[in-house]
């Protein structure tokens, strides 16, 4: 009688082909963001990142006289490729028990890991906005989120639409806002799953991506970060305490302040496909380009190695891409009090 065992249900390129199909779909900012994939099969692990510049608005030019020109130039940007990968062990009695289904869990699990660190780079692009509202001062409310949309200056024809993200710990505020529309209530064309409403003109969507806000980088700051053996005290502070309290990454022997007011970091994130504000001086971008976008190196690998002694396999999968903020005049990174 024929044994079927873990190795004979796991094939690598079959299941690297069902993680492939199931990241665009798990990638919460992938609404928002424009995916790239041409530089699969390019060497080389930095890209450059053009932003071509405005030529400027056209001129007056006599009867007969020749017309000047002007010199199309390109501002650059470097991002550096990276690699996010997670792994399982699967034994083989977890499949010949016949309970579940191990190896469609791997799968999903895996997806969704990966999925969640392209998510958490694609937040991360979206806090490196240049255009910032500091609204520490108060909870986020209707007249808190004009202020911010005012950041944008726009200046299109068009109604623009734009997202709002949001912690859901600020839920309860807004649906307590006379302004507040709820989904629910008001139904409309949603841009991405998950819209609970909307708020002066921006549809709000609930995201735990969304930071609060504890520390702040200073080279001379009160607590030096430390891993995870560190005694926290009133001059230490762990990595896994910091990092998901700070914009930006933060790496050990660091040194930060607590922040004098705590805030929520909520991007607001335009998504048509006008720009907000057509002054070349803006964000040095011509083209209508999207607010973030998402390179993907190369496709999902799935590889699998088989310990003889312990009867398990390994299933690992890792991707190679980079998230970038490729249009400033589309973002505004708006700070509530929390």
């Not at 997202?163 to 139904?187: M, R, V």
């Not at 891993?227 to 990595?239: H, I, M, R, V």
């Not at 720009?275 to 083209?287: L, R, S």
């Amino acid at each position: 009688m024929a044994l079927t065992k873990l190795e004979n249900l796991v094939d690598p390129e079959v299941m690297a082909d069902m993680v492939s199909a199931k990241l665009p779909k798990k990638i919460k900012f992938a609404p928002i963001a424009r995916i790239d994939s041409t530089l699969v099969g390019r060497p080389g692990s930095t890209i450059t990142v053009p932003k071509y510049a405005y030529i400027g608005d056209a001129e007056d030019v006599a009867e007969g006289v020749a017309m000047g020109t002007t010199v199309l130039t390109a501002s650059t940007t470097e991002a550096t490729v990276k690699k996010a990968g997670k792994a399982v062990e699967i034994t083989d009695e977890a499949v010949l028990s016949g309970y579940g289904d191990p190896i469609g869990t791997a799968i999903n699990q895996l997806a969704m890991s990966i999925a969640a660190k392209v998510d958490n780079d694609g937040y991360d692009a979206l806090c490196g906005a240049s255009l910032i509202y500091d609204g520490t001062s108060a909870a986020i409310s209707y007249s808190a989120v004009v202020a911010a949309n005012s950041k944008f200056e726009d200046e299109s024809d068009a109604s623009l639409t734009k997202i709002l993200f949001i912690h859901p710990n600020q839920e309860a505020t807004l649906l307590n806002d006379d302004d507040f529309k709820s989904n629910d209530k008001y139904p409309m064309n949603v841009i991405m799953n998950g819209t609970i409403g909307s708020i002066a003109g921006a549809q709000v969507v609930k995201s735990k991506k969304v930071k609060l806000i504890k520390y702040e980088k200073n080279g001379s700051g009160t607590y030096t970060v430390g891993d995870e053996e560190t005694t926290e005290d009133g001059s230490n502070l762990k990595l896994s305490t910091v990092q998901p309290h700070i914009l930006g990454s933060i790496a050990i022997g660091e040194k930060v302040n607590a922040v004098s007011t705590e805030f929520y970091a909520c991007p607001i994130v335009i998504v048509s496909v006008e720009d907000a504000n057509e002054d070349p001086a803006a964000d040095g971008v011509a083209e209508e380009e999207n607010a973030l976008t998402i390179y993907m190196k190369r496709a999902v690998e799935i590889e699998n190695d088989r310990d003889i002694l312990a009867k398990t396999t390994v299933i690992s999968a890792d991707e190679h891409y980079v998230v970038v903020l490729s249009n400033d005049s589309k973002v505004v990174l708006a700070k509530f009090k929390a």
